[in-house]
């Protein structure tokens, strides 16, 4: 019988594409692929080690599958990812269960760990963060119809409060002969959506051509046939030029949506966040944004909480975010994080201080998109089929200004059967906080 391997891949879009690469190598191995932990022989877990929260999922969901090794159900235990690249010996120390504890510079030799691990080897092992593999065969593990497209891995923007450059290395932009051929291979493979992701696209191509290749990387991927929606996540306020706009703009395939993490407005915070800029930029920015695309939905995430933040900075951002009224917003609280500059600095807030200012943004962002989502009855719009809640007995999809996983839904009925990642036109009749309710007016034969 084959060797039966599982996958827990936490964390970010970013991770996932590298847990498609490792399943890739599985299958080519001869592996049989499961999908929960408990039915595999080998359970893989590639953590995220971003902040507090992912750290806490990654080491309950370890310590869930050791103790299906315990039971005997689980033979052997690979820890890899961030949070074993961030921690490394203090990992491995931590779980004497897993058989390997390894960096994410290990992941292109994952097979060759296995075999050391199938040979009863406790392997321990971190090799250079730029071992990671840019590029490789994959596995699409989303529904059918989308995919994540990586376009670069690590980070040089070296934000204050952030792990991330520390943990995956500086930024290494992807080849466009290599992020083209994936997207076409993507698209050969049934993805007619494809999401641009990496830890600051806008600087996509910096560091192989000296200037920033979004905007080209856009327009090549937008003459793929088979590709029907090209989102772009991850656009730093500060690199979002007039080319990247035009672009966006004149091209019908990239979807209408931005995520623009600006974290705060206040320009002494962002000063100690490292990110620069100030408030009047970033209305000016989405001043015209708006103005330059019409019916743009922008999308954000901000952190309360920063060490310093006063009173009157949060209700400066407050205030700000009541101002621009976007149509879709995350807020965190400020996690410190052992090994960032901003750890070290004076003025550190009170969790339940932090917490509760991201509590205010969050309600304020409910009544916004309550009426944001008013304002769409007796509308239309193109959904792409993600499924049939049995329960509500509908259907249910995304619209072009909803991202996977993050963003909204809609919930719709059809006279008529609808498959998996078919675009229908819906029509809107009722809202939910952050959903809306609808029904099919014209749909297009199933893909």
Not at 116 to 124: H, I, M, P, T
Not at 160 to 171: E, L, Q, W
Not at 211 to 224: A, F, H, M, Q, T
Request: glycine content about 8%; overall charge negative.
């Amino acid at each position: 019988m084959p060797i039966k391997v599982g996958m827990v891949s936490l964390g970010c879009s970013k991770n996932l594409v590298d847990s498609e690469r490792m399943l890739s190598k599985f299958r080519k191995r001869g592996y049989q692929l499961v999908t929960e932990p408990g039915l595999s022989d080998i359970a893989v877990v590639n953590t995220c080690g971003f902040i507090q929260s992912a750290k806490e999922e990654a080491i309950e969901t370890i310590l869930e599958i050791c103790k299906l090794k315990e039971e005997g159900t689980v033979k052997k235990i690979i820890v890899t990812g961030c949070l074993s690249e961030r921690y490394r010996e203090e990992t491995a120390e931590l779980f004497p269960e897993a058989d390997a504890v390894v960096g994410i510079g290990c992941q292109e030799e994952i097979i060759d760990i296995i075999d050391r691990v199938l040979a009863n080897e406790r392997v321990v092992q971190f090799d250079k963060k730029t071992k990671l593999p840019l590029t490789g065969d994959r596995i699409i593990s989303t529904l059918p119809f989308f995919a994540y497209l990586k376009i670069a891995e690590g980070c040089s923007n070296c934000c204050s409060y952030c792990a991330i450059p520390g943990i995956r290395g500086p930024f290494r932009s992807v080849p466009m002969e290599d992020v083209l051929k994936e997207a076409g291979w993507l698209a050969d493979n049934g993805v007619t959506e494809v999401i641009v992701i990496a830890q600051d696209t806008t600087r996509y191509g910096e560091d192989l051509y000296g200037v920033s290749k979004l905007p080209e990387l856009l327009k090549e991927l937008c003459r793929i046939d088979k590709l029907r929606w090209i989102r772009v996540l991850y656009c730093y306020p500060e690199r979002i030029t007039d080319e990247l706009l035009d672009v966006i703009a004149g091209e019908p395939k990239i979807v209408k949506y931005m995520d623009i993490p600006i974290q705060h407005c206040c320009e002494e915070i962002l000063e100690k966040m490292n990110r620069g800029g100030n408030e009047r930029q970033l209305r000016e920015l989405m001043t015209k944004i708006r103005n330059k695309i019409p019916g743009m939905v922008i999308r954000t995430t901000l952190i309360t909480g920063f060490p310093g933040e006063t009173e009157q900075h949060f209700e400066q951002l407050a205030e700000f975010v009541k101002d621009m009224r976007f149509d879709r917003l995350g807020c965190f609280p400020y996690s410190q994080e052992e090994g960032t500059k901003a750890a070290g600095f004076e003025n550190q807030l009170e969790d339940d201080v932090k917490a509760h200012r991201a509590d205010i943004i969050m309600e304020q962002q409910q009544l916004i998109s309550e009426q944001k989502n008013a304002q769409q009855l007796g509308k239309s719009f193109e959904v792409v089929v993600e499924g049939f809640d049995k329960w509500g007995e509908c259907y249910f999809g995304r619209t072009a200004g909803d991202a996977p996983d993050i963003d909204g839904k809609v919930f719709f009925t059809s006279e008529s059967k609808l498959e998996l990642g078919q675009y229908v036109d819906i029509l809107v009749t009722d809202t939910l906080d952050y959903d809306l309710i609808g029904e099919v007016i014209a749909h297009e034969s199933a893909q």
